[in-house]
């Protein structure tokens, strides 16, 4: 799989990528000839880890990563 980080492009082209919908077509064109067509497909968000919890025991979670995450640095 081949990624390209949008910051790397010039603005216009970046621009007109981010703009494209799911089932939009991109075409790739070099010297009049198509190169290739890529149909978009917008994946789905990753579901939340942390699910339905209420605010108080969310923030607990995060700060209990956070925690963890520290002692293992350091």
Do not use: C, N, Y
Not at 41 to 48: H, Y
Not at 61 to 69: A, G, R
């Amino acid at each position: 799989m081949t990624s390209i980080d949008l910051d790397d492009l010039p603005p216009k082209v970046a621009r007109q990528l981010a703009a494209l919908e799911a089932g939009d077509e991109l075409l790739l064109v070099r010297s009049g000839g198509l190169v290739a067509r890529l149909t978009v497909a917008l994946a789905a968000p990753p579901p939340d880890p942390l699910g339905d919890l209420p605010p108080e025991e969310r923030m607990a979670e995060v700060m209990d990563h956070f925690k963890s995450i520290i002692e293992e640095e350091f």
